[in-house]
């Protein structure tokens, strides 16, 4: 069981708006920032969103990051047949390590 | 390009150790802190340790203090992993990344990975 809690999928069709929640506590979200991953199938993870909500170059504006007290959210507007993947948020907690969330699958449907 | 390629894995019995290695171009390699991160199969990601660019400071997941140290050579653009007592659970890929690592308190860090490389296999049985 990860600390940080996130569904373990979620599913949309093509254009629509998806959003991958990330549930954590007062020892890790609720005091720091917040990063997001994408991996698809088969392929290494990317960084996607850092500092809650910037975007590395290269990264679509389709893609944004929030932060509200102990949870994150990753938006997905504009959905894509190639967003199909898994997603995980990431940051650190005062047991002095980086922690991942479980992960989220999407699927495009 | 910025690059990272893994190498060293390897299938290993419970107990034994094995060294993993991963050369970095692109980049100025010493602005950056380095780590690994690792995936068993059909898992999540699991943070397993980070260096800084200077190799002054080190950070390990608890899952793995005390049995791995992580290390870097900056005249060799290289970061290694050594790995000890190796268990049945280390079993996973494991990726090289570059970390961002920004200090925000004496006890408080904030640690995010930029640059992946495609991993390399680690497989403890006997």
């Known amino acids: 069981q990860s600390v940080l809690t996130q569904p373990p999928s979620v599913s949309a069709t093509p254009g629509q708006k998806v959003t991958i929640s990330c549930s954590g506590g007062s020892s890790n979200i609720g005091n720091n920032f917040v990063s997001w991953y994408q991996q698809l199938p088969g392929t290494a993870p990317k960084l996607l969103i850092y500092?809650?909500?910037k975007r590395p170059s290269g990264i679509p504006d389709r893609f944004s990051g929030s932060k509200s007290g102990t949870s994150a959210t990753l938006a997905i507007t504009g959905l894509q047949t190639e967003d199909e993947a898994d997603y995980y948020c990431?940051?650190?907690?005062?047991?002095?390590?980086?922690?991942f969330g479980g992960g989220t699958k999407l699927t495009v449907l | 390009e910025v690059q990272l390629l893994e190498a060293g894995g390897g299938f290993v019995q419970p107990g034994g150790s094995l060294r993993l290695s991963c050369a970095a171009s692109?980049?100025?390699?010493?602005?950056?802190?380095m780590g690994w991160v690792r995936q068993a199969p059909r898992k999540g990601l699991e943070w397993i340790s980070a260096?800084?660019?200077?190799?002054?400071?080190?950070h390990y997941a608890d899952s793995v203090r005390g049995r791995f140290t992580i290390s870097r050579d900056n005249s060799k653009n290289t970061v290694s992993l050594q790995m000890h007592s190796l268990r049945g659970d280390d079993t996973a890929l494991y990726y090289c990344a570059r970390t961002l690592i920004r200090q925000l308190s004496p006890t408080s860090y904030y640690f995010y990975m930029d640059v992946w490389g495609k991993g390399t296999t680690v497989t403890v049985s006997s």
């Open positions: 260096i800084s660019g200077n190799g002054v400071n080190t």
């Open positions: 692109g980049f100025t390699y010493t602005n950056f802190a």
């Open positions: 990431g940051t650190w907690d005062t047991s002095l390590s980086v922690l």
């Open positions: 500092d809650n909500n």
